[in-house]
């Protein structure tokens, strides 16, 4: 069985709409021998004459006027499937994204982004899951539909990114520390002890690379995977706590924060998604969304 033109209907829906070979080639763009050898391949498709001569016109058969309704809902069908999808009516849809962020980013912006939503999408729901890699694996199949994170090397080529903010490590500790007074040196800084982050378990990084060029080590009393949980420790302790000054302001609240005495990047914060969603209506507004809340 040869392979249905669909474009003959987009024809035959002419056709049957102008009743005239040259004012349907006219409205479809093309030359009138065009249109008579696709009227021809009608004709063969359908085993009927569909328009036959009367006069100085052409008339329709009666299979031409039993499909003359058909073929007109057909064609605006596949043209409304076709046409770039509109943006809904927010305060109507129903629908879950699951964010997955890193630790702290929740606690910082998560509830303007909730607030944010709620007030113009209220059927829409923010599920947050913990971002313990940088694998794009959740973001490939579906499983996670928007991540925020400092985008590596390990990010998918193929993945749409788009910068949030721009952010620099800081230095925090307990009210009444020994650090809270005083000029901030990079000695005094690595003479005390420290707590080092990292979600893979990797006990050196920037900040002890940075030391290092200059002569130094700090010490390192403890490790753990997020930031919320090293302010929580520099809380109640002595040990000093280096995070991202943004990603943290939230946490940090009571606590004395300072600027490292050392040489470092920023780091660019992004949300990254896969191209699947990058013309879906409401991800592209709900990434709106982030965008804002991060530029506050």
């Known amino acids: 069985m040869s392979t249905l033109d669909l474009n003959l209907l987009i024809t035959l829906d002419a056709l049957l ?6 004012r349907a080639a006219k409205r479809l763009r093309l030359s009138p ?13 359908t085993g009927d004459p569909l328009l036959v001569r009367a006069g100085r016109g052409l008339v329709p058969t009666p299979r031409a006027l039993a499909l003359r309704e058909r073929v007109g809902q057909l064609v605006q069908e596949a043209q409304a499937v076709l046409r770039p999808a509109e943006q809904p009516e927010l305060m109507h849809v129903l629908r879950t994204f699951t964010l997955r962020t890193s630790e702290g980013f929740v606690e910082n912006f998560g509830a303007a982004l909730i607030a944010r939503v709620a007030d113009q999408a209220p059927g829409i729901r923010l ?12 973001l490939r199949d579906g499983t996670v539909d928007l991540e925020t994170g400092v985008v590596g090397q390990a990010a998918g080529p193929e993945l749409r990114t ?7 490590f800081i230095g925090v500790v307990r009210a009444g520390h020994p650090l809270c007074e005083g000029e901030m040196s990079p000695t005094r800084f690595a003479a005390h002890s420290h707590i080092s982050v990292s979600r893979r378990g990797v006990e050196k990084g920037m900040i002890d690379e940075a030391l ?3 002569g130094l080590q700090r010490h390192i009393t403890t490790m753990v995977a997020g930031f919320s949980t090293a302010l929580a420790l520099a809380r109640s302790c002595d040990l000093i706590a280096s995070v991202p000054e943004r990603h943290t302001a939230n946490l940090r609240s009571g606590m004395h924060s300072f600027a490292l005495p050392l040489s470092l990047p920023e780091i660019t914060v992004a949300m990254l998604w896969h191209p699947r969603l990058d013309a879906d209506p409401v991800h ?6 982030l965008r804002e809340v991060c530029a506050q």
């Open 162 to 168: 788009q910068g949030l903010f721009r952010d620099r």
């Open 17 to 22: 709409a102008e009743g005239s070979v040259a």
């Open 127 to 138: 599920r947050f899951v913990h971002k313990t890699d940088k694998d794009s694996t959740a």
């Open 33 to 45: 021998s065009a249109m008579s050898r696709a009227l021809a391949r009608l004709r063969e498709t």
């Open 284 to 289: 592209r507004w709900l990434r709106g969304c």
């Open 212 to 214: 290092e060029s200059l």
